[in-house]
């Protein structure tokens, strides 16, 4: 990824397309679990909390999906 001397980024398809994913998994975290676990509680410390607890869930996604990544990568040479 470099800098043209226009200022414009000279950016792959590949760094566009993983830019746009993580943009997409940004929003549908924020609408499909933020928003609702705020919206079912009244104050407003406990809409923070909610929405804090939720990373909890989102490290736990992350966890298991780098654990099935670990193991397809370290038994890729077994099966393949």
């Given at each position: 990824?470099?800098?043209?001397?226009?200022?414009?980024?000279?950016?792959?398809?590949?760094?566009?397309?993983?830019?746009?994913?993580?943009a997409?998994?940004?929003?549908?975290?924020?609408?499909?679990?933020?928003?609702?676990?705020?919206?079912?509680?009244?104050?407003?410390?406990?809409k923070?909390?909610?929405?804090?607890?939720?990373?909890?869930?989102?490290?736990?996604?992350?966890?298991?999906?780098?654990?099935?990544?670990?193991?397809?990568?370290?038994?890729?040479?077994?099966?393949?």
């Amino acid at each position: 990824m470099g800098v043209s001397a226009m200022g414009n980024l000279d950016l792959s398809s590949t760094e566009i397309v993983i830019a746009i994913a993580g943009a997409l998994v940004l929003v549908c975290f924020v609408v499909l679990m933020v928003l609702p676990a705020a919206r079912c509680y009244g104050r407003v410390w406990e809409k923070l909390a909610a929405s804090v607890l939720t990373l909890y869930v989102l490290a736990t996604l992350l966890g298991i999906g780098a654990a099935i990544g670990l193991a397809i990568v370290w038994t890729y040479d077994t099966y393949a």
